[in-house]
Nanobody
Framework: VQLQASGGGLVQAGGSLRLSCAAS????????MGWFLQAPGKEREFVAA????????YYADSVKGRFTISGDNNKNTLSLQMNNLKPEDTAVYYC????????????WGQGTLVTVSS
């Protein structure tokens, strides 16, 4: 599975961005997809996930109520609508596709940079 993330950029605090992730290859074998972020000098952390079965969504507490994840039924597009962005949201955002209920052995995209200015 190959993943291509896009949509990052520079935005002022309180603004919005929409990230997209295009998946190709054996996407039918995936359990779901998600977004992670990595801020400078910090470890990668979970943002949101979407499972194909039941279209279930999960969010980190820090983004609940501000971010919305969605995916298409063909399992080849994942989006992350980010509203009310804060400077602490600044990071490289990665999309990932998992084959099982956990993220070990997941496929990763190249990342897209989101910068939120105060």
């Amino acid at each position: 599975v190959q993943l291509q993330a896009s949509g990052g950029g520079l935005v002022q605090a309180g603004g919005s961005l929409r990230l997209s992730c295009a998946a190709s290859g054996r996407t039918a074998s995936t359990y779901g997809m998600g977004w992670f972020l990595q801020a400078p000098g910090k470890e990668r952390e979970f943002v949101a996930a979407f499972t194909w079965s039941g279209s279930t969504s999960y969010y980190a507490d820090s983004v609940k109520g501000r971010f919305t994840i969605s995916g298409d039924n063909n399992k080849n597009t994942l989006s992350l609508q980010m509203n009310n962005l804060k400077p602490e949201d600044t990071a490289v955002y990665y999309c990932a596709a998992r084959r099982t209920i956990n993220w070990s052995g997941a496929y990763w995209g190249q990342g897209t940079l989101v910068t939120v200015s105060s």
